[in-house]
T-cell receptor
């Protein structure tokens, strides 16, 4: 969905480096999410945020941190990248104020490779 | 922990054949959404089901939510090559802390 953008789209880095992935949305949605997807697996939730002052851990938050800088921006950091964090990362948004508010709208993804 | 399993994991069909993927949750869901992810793409919302036993149709796609709100299915009639991709169910747990869980997905290949 073009209303949710992610930068960078691809990144190759080395073990131990700090990496930040950024997500922006113009949908005006209140909720934002970070997922990772590994080959052959579904989407696993890393962190989610229901509003600017609310941050919650997902099922695989270890090794990651997030920041909700504004309603429209949600960034994901890998403090010290390791090879098993190589994956496809998706940002998503939803709007709980609307009917069907659990529906999520995804960005194009960031392919991260940690060497 | 709470899980949502989908079967089959992979399915190859000949173009024109029907296809069904099943979604089974270990816990009751408030609602269920279905998403399609094309190869190299991102998940895209298809439909939401809310009521127990609900059935919805979108052209050749039929979606069903189980009576107990713990399972769901997606059926595609007469598959086309454009149906290729992965199909994911996802839902919100009906009780406890808010939790939105994705299913493990089914990857569909359609042979022309």
């Amino acid at each position: 969905d073009a209303d949710v953008t992610q930068t960078p789209r691809n990144r190759i880095t080395k073990t131990g480096k700090r990496i930040m992935l950024e997500c922006s949305q113009t949908k005006g949605h209140d909720r934002m999410y970070w997922y990772r997807q590994d080959p052959g697996l579904g989407l696993r939730l890393i962190y989610y945020s229901f509003d600017v002052k609310d941050i919650n851990k997902g099922e695989i938050s270890d090794g990651y941190s997030v920041s909700r800088q504004a309603q429209a921006k949600f960034s994901l950091s890998l403090e010290s990248a390791i090879p098993n964090q190589t994956a496809l990362y998706f940002c998503a948004t939803s709007d709980q104020r609307r009917q069907g508010g659990d529906t999520q709208y995804f960005g194009p993804g960031t392919r991260l490779t940690v060497l | 922990g709470q899980q949502v399993m989908q079967i089959p994991q992979y399915q190859h069909v000949q173009e024109g054949e029907d296809f069904t993927t099943y979604c089974n949750s270990s816990t009751t869901l408030s609602n269920i959404q279905w998403y399609k992810q094309r190869p190299g793409g991102h998940p895209v919302f298809l439909i939401q089901l809310v009521k127990s036993g609900e059935v919805k149709k979108q052209k050749r796609l039929t979606f069903q939510f189980g009576e107990a709100k713990k399972n769901s299915s997606l059926h595609i009639t007469a598959t086309q090559t454009t149906d290729v991709g992965s199909y994911f169910c996802a839902g919100v747990t009906a009780s406890g802390t808010y939790k939105y869980i994705f299913g493990t997905g089914t990857r569909l290949k359609v042979l022309a």
